[in-house]
């Protein structure tokens, strides 16, 4: 996986059932949704039921998973509960997750190990009542 070769914007995943970015991550005005709970808007079935009115905030998030080619395809969001991301700068990735243990799995450790490779940092977002850990 080489994070600095890949390009935003040249391939895209279809997200199928997945709605985990409507839950994990905290939404500022117009949702004003904390992190760890489901947006109001979000249908866990079907997905976003204002999908074509839906804030530039959700349009503009970036999920590696959805957008590397590379990435593990067995590492979408709702099945493996952690939305990985990346900084502006390309210098951080964030692991956001509820699950304390969410990391453990020998895929996400693999996971870690490349960003490590490339001198990317990885950083933890919690977004559950119990810490989460590395
Ligand atoms: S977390 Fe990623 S895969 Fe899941 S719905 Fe959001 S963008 Fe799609
Ligand atoms: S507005 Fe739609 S896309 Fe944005 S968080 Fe809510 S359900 Fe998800």
């Known amino acids: 996986m080489s994070i600095h070769t890949w390009q935003h914007g040249m391939f895209e995943r279809s997200c199928g059932t997945c709605t985990m ?7 500022p005005e ?3 949704k904390p992190a760890g709970v489901w947006c109001q808007h979000c249908d866990k079935a079907q997905g976003c039921r204002i999908y074509d009115e839906r804030p530039q905030g959700c349009r503009d998030f970036m999920c590696l998973w959805k957008v590397m080619p590379d990435f593990p395809e067995d590492l979408r969001p709702d099945k493996c ?4 991301q990346l900084s502006q700068d390309g210098r951080r990735a964030f692991a ?4 304390p243990d969410a990391l453990q799995t020998r895929k996400q450790r693999w996971l870690v ?3 490590a490779r490339e001198g990317i940092a990885v950083q933890l977002v919690g977004t559950g009542p119990t810490p989460v850990k590395l």
Not at 81 to 84: D, E, G, R
Not at 96 to 99: L, N, R
């Open 21 to 27: 970015c409507c839950k994990l991550p905290a939404a």
């Open 30 to 32: 117009p949702l004003n």
């Open 81 to 84: 509960k952690v939305i990985w």
């Open 96 to 99: 956001v997750t509820e699950y």
């Open 113 to 115: 190990e490349q960003f």
